[in-house]
């Protein structure tokens, strides 16, 4: 084989493909930004070398990698909307259309979702959480008002 009809591929870190499950099994945008997963395997793998030189044990340095790793990713839109769908919606969707319905109505709910900073560990618990509910239960109603689904 020549050397020019060799391709060369790069394996994915532990770190690499962690993140990316992680981002595909939460319908996360950047599952498909390479430069964001490396980038962010990068810094895991960093702060655990650093914690580990520290003085911490392995699993407390693989905790704070972790976090690392993970940092800012801890609600997805896909995730959040699923769970509108399955709390206000249990008796008007088939619990086995949930996915579904968030997968088809996700693309649609851009600019709600732009308003609020997901990325806060404290969302949750937030006024502005609520106030996301809310919106999402009634975009959900609208839409399946619209296609005569309620």
Do not use: C, W
Request: hydrophobic share 30%; aromatic share 12%; proline share 3%.
């Amino acid at each position: 084989m020549s050397r020019t009809s060799q391709t060369t591929t790069r394996e994915l870190s532990y770190y690499e493909l962690y993140l990316l499950d992680y981002l595909r099994q939460h319908r996360f945008t950047q599952q498909h930004d390479r430069d964001f997963i490396r980038t962010r395997a990068d810094e895991a793998a960093e702060t655990y070398e650093q914690e580990r030189r520290n003085g911490h044990t392995p699993d407390q340095a693989q905790e704070l990698a972790m976090s690392a790793l993970t940092k800012g990713l801890h609600y997805s839109q896909y995730d959040i909307l699923l769970g509108v769908i399955n709390s206000e919606f249990e008796k008007s969707v088939p619990p086995l259309l949930h996915e579904q319905l968030a997968e088809s109505l996700l693309p649609f709910m851009g600019k709600v979702f732009s308003i609020y900073d997901l990325a806060n560990d404290d969302f949750p618990l937030s006024d502005e959480y609520q106030n996301l509910h809310d919106e999402l239960t009634g975009a959900v109603t609208l839409y399946l008002r619209q296609y005569g689904i309620q």
